[in-house]
């Protein structure tokens, strides 16, 4: 049973471009979560999706970021115009079901904005 | 505000020696607390959880983390550190119907031979 998976691992845009990341979470889970990761600093919360609706987007900025979890196929974290400051690294949960709450971790995506 | 907070950013110890690292947490009901463990270039693997009962809870790699409602801390403790511990460790705070973790900027664990 694969883990979550991610890909690419590290994704570089110039700024102004556009950057899809994607997960696919473990076989069975409903439950994806996105969170992003600067140097010296934990994980925020970005978004929380299951499958085909938005529970939870407090943690996205309010402009040129976007997530879904489609019916079938991965979940996407879409940031359009790439600024410098959106570098980081960008890592994807899921969980299995609405009484399970053990998460499991992708390795993440850097992103890096030139 | 539901915050954690991991007041030591790095932590070195010798190999053999004793560890504890400590997490305080801010929640306005009763958590579940999580501690993970993060190696370079990998997602995050769960150590341990609270979530109930008794406040000593085991978890894998030979940790061990304790609930202290009156100081709202679940520090991470293990008698004997190997080489192999050293990694980035985080702790975390889970609302009851799991729609938001909230995490601590971590802790740095160097290991010394």
Known sequence: NAGVMQNPRHLVRR???EARLRCSPMKGHSHVYWYRQ???EGLKFMVYLQKENIIDESGMPKERFS???PKEGPSILRIQQVVRGDSAAYFCASRSGSTNEKLFFGSGTQLSVL | AQSVTQPDIHITVSEGASLELRCNYSYGATPYLFWYVQSPGQGLQLLLKYFSGDTLVQGIKGFEAEFKRSQSSFNLRKPSVHWSDAAEYF????ARNFNKFYF???TKLNVKP
């Open chain 1, 15 to 17: 700024r102004g471009q």
């Open chain 1, 38 to 40: 600067l140097p010296e």
């Open chain 1, 67 to 69: 997530a879904e979890f």
């Open chain 2, 91 to 94: 702790c975390a705070v889970g």
């Open chain 2, 104 to 106: 601590g900027s971590g």
